[in-house]
C-alpha cells in the first residue's frame, strides 16, 4: 500500500510569496500531524488534525501559516508572504489513532527553500 | 512543558562495535511513550524502537535496545555490532498520552559509522 505522500519534494520560490504543501495520508488514518525540520534541527512541531479538526495548533510560528484538511484525508499547508527564515524541510506524518501504540508514518518531507 | 534534549550533535563508531546514544526528556505527565527515530539523507524517518512509560522492561529490537530510566528521566539507544546502514541522524522523541498524539524531538544526533 502507499505510503504518506507529500508534493512537492522541492519548492523554491522568492520572498514575499504563497506556497501551498500538499499531504497525502496512508487511507484511513485519522490522525495527520505537521512538523518542520530547519537545517541541522530536530523536528518541531507545527499543527495535528484529528479528522478534519484542529485541535492542536499551538506549534504555527506567525499567522502567515495556516492548514487545512478536507475530507478527513489530504491536507494543505499554506505560508503567506514568506520569510527566508521560512527555509526548511516540511514533514507530514499520520497514524490511524492518536495513541501511541499505533506508529507514525511520516512522508518524506517538502523540502521549501525562499530566496 | 515537555522536552527532549540530546546533548551529542555527532557520534562516531567502529563497524561491528557498539554505541550508545543519549536522550533525557522531561514531562509532567506520569504516562508517556518514548521513541528513538532513524533518519537517513533520504529524509524518511524510520522508527527504531518504542518504550512505553509504565513497563519496566528495557524494549529491545534486534540491535537496537534502550536504557530507560524513568527517574532520571533518560532515554539511551544502545546500537550492538554497528552497520554501515545504522549512519543516519537519529531523534529521540516523547508523547504524552493525553495530548493527541503529537511527538516533541530532540534536536538529533549525527551517527557515523566507519569501515
Known amino acids: 500500500g502507499a505510503g504518506v505522500s507529500q508534493s512537492p519534494s522541492n519548492k523554491v520560490t522568492e520572498k514575499g510569496k504563497d506556497v501551498e504543501l500538499r499531504c497525502d495520508p496512508i487511507s484511513g488514518h485519522t490522525a495527520l500531524y505537521w512538523y518542520r525540520q530547519s537545517l541541522g534541527q530536530g523536528l518541531e512541531f507545527l499543527i495535528y488534525?484529528?479528522?478534519?479538526?484542529?485541535?492542536?495548533k499551538s506549534g504555527l510560528p506567525s499567522d502567515r501559516f495556516s492548514a487545512e484538511r478536507t475530507g478527513g484525508s489530504v491536507s494543505t499547508l499554506t505560508i503567506q508572504r514568506t520569510q527566508q527564515e521560512d527555509s526548511a524541510v516540511y514533514l507530514c506524518a499520520s497514524r490511524s489513532t492518536r495513541d501511541g501504540y499505533s506508529p507514525l508514518h511520516f512522508g518524506n518531507g517538502t523540502r521549501l527553500t525562499v530566496t | 512543558a515537555q522536552t527532549v534534549t540530546q546533548s551529542q550533535p555527532e557520534m562516531s563508531v567502529q563497524e561491528a562495535e557498539t554505541v550508545t546514544l543519549s536522550c533525557t526528556y522531561d514531562t509532567s505527565e506520569s504516562d508517556y511513550y518514548l521513541f528513538w527515530y532513524k533518519q537517513p539523507p533520504s529524509r524518511q524517518m524510520i522508527l527504531v524502537i518504542r518504550?512505553?512509560?509504565?513497563?519496566?522492561q528495557n524494549a529491545t529490537e534486534n540491535r537496537f535496545s534502550v536504557n530507560f530510566q524513568k527517574a532520571a528521566k533518560s532515554f539511551s539507544l544502545k546500537i550492538s555490532d554497528s552497520q554501515l546502514g545504522d549512519a543516519a541522524m537519529y531523534f529521540c522523541?516523547?508523547?504524552?498520552?493525553?495530548?493527541?498524539?503529537?511527538?516533541?524531538f530532540g534536536q538529533g544526533t549525527e551517527l557515523s559509522v566507519k569501515p
Open positions: 488534525f484529528q479528522g478534519n479538526s484542529a485541535p492542536d
Open positions: 518504550q512505553e512509560a509504565y513497563k519496566q
Open positions: 522523541a516523547s508523547q504524552n498520552y493525553n495530548q493527541g498524539g503529537k511527538l516533541i
